[in-house]
C-alpha cells in the first residue's frame, strides 16, 4: 500500500507546513483523548489500556496511511457500543482478532473503492449526521455535569471563558490547551473536590507490545468473528467518511476516500497486533484539532505520540486533570460542530430537505447508532429523489393529417423511465383511440430498469391488441440494450399473456 505520495513539495505541505500549529493542536487532542478512551474501553468491557493502546497506534498509522490530513481516528464510542457482546461471550483475545479481520476488509472496501460511494449521500444526511453528533457530543457530558458539586460547575464556566474569549486577545496557543494547563494547576493548588481522569480507570504505565491473538485458527473462529468484523468495518468506514467530509469542509481541503478506507483498515490491523481495539475518525476530536490549528499530518501523529508519552510518563500527573475541563473543550465542540445555519434556513429550505436531515438527527440520538442515523437519511433522500424524477416525465403526442398518413400518431417521450415513473408513463397513452399506426419516439428518454421495460412491454401489447401496428424509434444504446435482454413484447405468445390478465 502507498502510504504517503512521493513528490517531496507535497510531502513538505502535508508534514512539515504547519509544525507548531499541529503540534500544538495534537497536544489538545492527546489530552481529550485520554478520558475518552478509557470511557469507550470501559463501555466495551475491556481494560483501559485497551483502548488508551488502540488510540495510539491507530493515530499513529493513519497519519501515515490516511486519505484526510488533519483527521483524528481513535477507538470511538460507535464502535464500543459493537464490541460488547463479543467481549462478554468470548472474551479480549477474540476481539483482538475481530479487530484485525475489520481491518482487512476495511482495507478490501479501499481497493474496491468503495470511499466513492459517498458521494450518494446528500447534503442533508451529512447536515443532519453533523447536528446529531454534535447533540450526542453534548449528552456525553451529562455524567459529568449532573448532581455535581458547585466546584464543578464553576470550572466548566471557567474553562468555556477561556476557551471563548482568550482568541479575542492571542491565538499564539490553542484557548483549550490554556483552559486544561490552567485548569488542572488551579486544581492541584486549591484542592479541589472535583472528578480527575485518573477517577476513571488507571493508566497503564509500559509501552504496548505486538502480539499475536490467542485463539484458535480455524473455522469456527472465523465465524464467530466474522458477524461482528464486517459490522465493524461497514460502521467504521462509515463514521471514517462522514467525518472526512465534514473536515473537508472545515478546512476547504479534500480528501482521497479510498486511500482513507486502506488507512483505517490498515490502523485497525496494527491496533489489534498491539493490543488494542478496533477504531475510527472522530468527528469531535477532529473538530478540536482543525480549530486548535492542527491542518497536516503531523497533527495526527502528534496527538498519538503525545498521548502515549503522557499516559506512560506523565501518568501521575495526567491523572489530575479535572474532568470539568475536558468537559468545557468538549462542550465547545458541541457549540462548534452543530451547523446552526441549518435551524435557522428550515423555514426556506424544501421540505423534503428538511425532513432528511430531521430525521437523520432524530434516529442518530434515539439510537445512539450513527449507521441507522446515516441510512434512513440515505434511504429517505433515495425516495424523495425518485419521487422527484418521476414527476418530470412527459408523453406528448400529434396525429399526421389524414392524407399523409391515415391514423398515423406519434407519441415523444421524454424523461427518466423507473420504477417510479413507469405508471405515469402507461399512462401517457391512449390506447382506445382508432388509429392505424403509433411511432413512440423515445430519442428524448432513457430506459432505467426491467419495470421500465416491463412498462413498454405493456403500452406495445395494448396497442396491438387494438389493431394498431407500433414503432419504437429513438432507443439509445443503454436503453436498447435493456430492451433486447429483458423485453417480452417479441416473444412468442407476449399478447396472449396480456389477454389472459
Not at 447534503?123 to 449528552?139: C, H, K, M, Q, Y
Not at 483549550?176 to 485548569?183: H, K, M, R, S
Not at 416525465?393 to 415523444?412: C, D, F, M, N
Not at 395494448?462 to 429483458?486: C, H, P, Q, W, Y
Request: aromatic share 6%.
Amino acid at each position: 500500500m502507498r502510504l504517503q505520495a512521493l513528490d517531496p513539495a507535497r510531502l513538505r505541505e502535508t508534514w512539515f507546513g504547519n509544525v507548531r500549529g499541529d503540534l500544538l493542536s495534537g497536544l489538545v487532542v492527546a489530552l481529550a483523548l485520554i478520558p475518552e478512551a478509557i470511557a469507550f474501553s470501559i463501555i466495551a468491557g475491556v481494560d483501559p489500556a485497551v483502548g488508551l493502546y488502540a488510540s495510539f497506534a491507530i493515530c499513529v498509522v493513519i497519519a501515515f496511511a490516511g486519505g484526510r490530513p488533519g483527521m483524528i481516528s481513535a477507538a470511538t464510542g460507535a464502535m464500543a457500543l459493537l464490541m460488547v457482546t463479543l467481549v462478554r461471550e468470548h472474551g479480549l483475545q477474540y476481539l483482538l482478532a475481530a479487530t484485525v479481520l475489520t481491518g482487512v476488509l476495511q482495507i478490501i472496501a479501499g481497493y474496491l473503492k468503495l470511499g466513492a460511494l459517498m458521494r450518494f449521500v446528500s447534503r442533508s444526511v451529512v447536515t443532519g449526521f453533523v447536528n446529531a453528533l454534535a447533540i450526542l457530543i453534548f449528552l456525553a457530558q451529562m455524567p459529568e455535569l449532573i448532581n455535581m458539586g458547585w466546584m464543578t460547575y464553576a470550572m466548566v464556566v471557567a474553562g468555556l471563558a477561556i476557551i471563548y474569549l482568550l482568541p479575542r486577545v492571542t491565538r499564539a496557543v490553542p484557548s483549550p490547551l490554556v483552559a486544561i494547563v490552567g485548569l488542572t494547576a488551579l486544581s492541584i493548588a486549591m484542592g479541589a473536590d472535583v472528578r480527575v481522569v485518573g477517577d476513571m480507570g488507571a493508566l497503564p504505565s509500559t509501552l504496548p507490545m505486538f502480539l499475536l491473538p490467542d485463539i484458535p485458527l480455524n473455522l469456527e473462529t472465523l465465524m464467530i468473528i466474522l458477524p461482528y468484523s464486517a459490522t465493524l468495518a461497514v460502521v467504521g468506514l462509515l463514521e471514517s467518511l462522514m467525518t472526512a467530509t465534514i473536515v473537508d469542509d472545515l478546512t476547504d481541503t479534500p480528501s482521497d476516500k479510498n486511500r482513507e478506507c486502506r488507512g483505517q483498515g490498515l490502523s485497525n490491523i496494527v491496533a489489534g497486533f498491539m493490543g488494542g481495539m478496533a477504531g475510527c475518525a472522530m468527528i469531535g476530536q477532529s473538530v478540536i484539532n482543525v480549530k486548535s490549528g492542527g491542518r497536516g499530518r503531523l497533527s495526527t501523529l502528534a496527538a498519538g505520540v503525545f498521548l502515549l508519552a503522557m499516559i506512560v510518563a506523565l501518568g501521575p500527573w495526567v491523572a489530575q486533570i479535572p474532568m470539568p475541563a475536558l468537559v468545557a473543550v468538549m462542550i465547545m465542540v458541541a457549540i462548534g460542530t452543530f451547523n446552526w445555519a441549518s435551524i435557522r434556513d428550515l423555514p426556506r429550505l424544501p421540505r423534503s430537505s428538511s425532513f432528511v436531515m430531521l430525521s437523520t438527527v432524530v434516529v442518530t440520538v434515539l439510537t445512539h447508532d450513527l449507521a441507522k442515523g446515516v441510512f434512513t437519511g440515505v434511504l429517505l433522500s433515495g425516495i424523495f429523489f425518485a419521487q422527484k424524477v418521476a414527476r418530470v416525465v412527459a408523453v406528448r403526442s400529434s396525429l399526421e393529417s389524414a392524407a399523409a398518413a391515415p391514423g398515423h400518431r406519434t407519441y415523444t417521450v421524454l424523461g427518466q423511465i423507473f420504477f417510479a415513473s413507469a405508471d405515469a408513463f402507461v399512462a401517457g397513452f391512449d390506447f382506445k383511440e382508432a388509429v392505424e399506426k403509433v411511432t413512440i419516439d423515445v430519442s428524448r428518454a432513457h430506459f432505467w430498469d426491467v419495470s421500465a421495460i416491463a412498462a413498454l412491454d405493456k403500452v406495445i401489447l395494448k396497442f396491438r391488441r387494438e389493431g394498431t401496428i407500433v414503432e419504437v424509434v429513438g432507443l439509445n444504446e443503454a436503453s436498447a440494450t435493456m430492451v433486447d435482454r429483458f423485453a417480452t413484447h417479441d416473444k412468442p405468445g407476449a399478447l396472449e399473456r396480456l389477454l389472459s390478465h
